[in-house]
């Protein structure tokens, strides 16, 4: 399978703070534009798999260029970058917001978590004594046998596969699986890890692969290889 096509628009004015150097690093093929006209104009012949528009780097905050690239890319998904104080504008149509200061790291973790499904290219991925079979869906656990997985837990549990002892907060969660900001109420989301914890763990109480971080979101320990 081909890298992933990331269109990043930043300004001239990057510099060292570009975030392409990270991209690439991080596996994607990257294609650069400085302007709202260059990036607009090489997206009408091409589909990237992700737009990541730097806003913070550009003399504009970018919602314009933000509205009309998600025009021309009704499916594609956009994380636009705003500076320190700008404030939030939803209409601007991406699927998610990032205000300044964050890391390159942070950046990248949301990139992949965008990324469609099929991106992801092991079809069985084994974590410990822990299978999980993509195209089924379901989790075999060693000595317990295997468990089908309705697609949210699929998907859920995939999300922590991605980003094995890593905090995942209720935000991202949300936004990866239910595609929404909203975490206002994240009953839903506490059944399906309740769920999850059912299918993977030996003792779902006292969960030693899912844990939760009070007050944060979530974590899956990767058990330390033998």
Not at 45 to 60: C, F, I, Q, Y
Not at 75 to 83: C, D, E, F, G, S
Request: charged share 25%; glycine share 6%.
């Amino acid at each position: 399978m081909g890298k992933s096509l990331i269109l990043l628009v930043e300004g001239k004015s990057a510099g060292k703070t570009s975030l392409a150097p990270a991209l690439t690093r991080g596996g994607f093929e990257v294609r650069v534009f400085h302007s709202d006209a260059d990036a607009l104009r090489w997206a009408q012949e091409h589909v990237p798999d992700l737009v990541l528009l730097d806003g913070a780097s550009m003399s504009s905050s970018g919602i314009r260029c933000c509205r009309r690239l998600r025009e021309q890319l009704s499916k594609t998904p956009i994380i636009h970058t705003r500076a320190d104080g700008e404030p939030e504008d939803s209409s601007a149509g991406a699927d998610i917001y990032l205000q300044k200061p964050y890391t390159w790291r942070k950046v990248i973790n949301r990139v992949r978590a965008l990324l469609p499904v099929d991106q992801f290219e092991e079809e069985i991925v084994r974590a410990g004594k822990l299978t999980f079979f993509r195209s089924k869906p379901s989790v075999n656990i060693e000595g317990r046998g295997e468990t089908q997985l309705t697609p949210k837990q699929a998907q859920l549990l995939e999300a922590f596969l991605r980003h094995p002892n890593q905090i995942l907060s209720r935000r991202l969660l949300m936004q990866t699986v239910w595609d929404t900001d909203y975490v206002g109420d994240t009953r839903t989301l506490d059944v399906h890890i309740r769920w999850v914890r059912e299918a993977i763990e030996e003792n779902p109480a006292e969960p030693r692969r899912i844990t939760t971080v009070r007050g944060v979101g979530y974590i899956f320990r990767l058990p330390p290889a033998p």
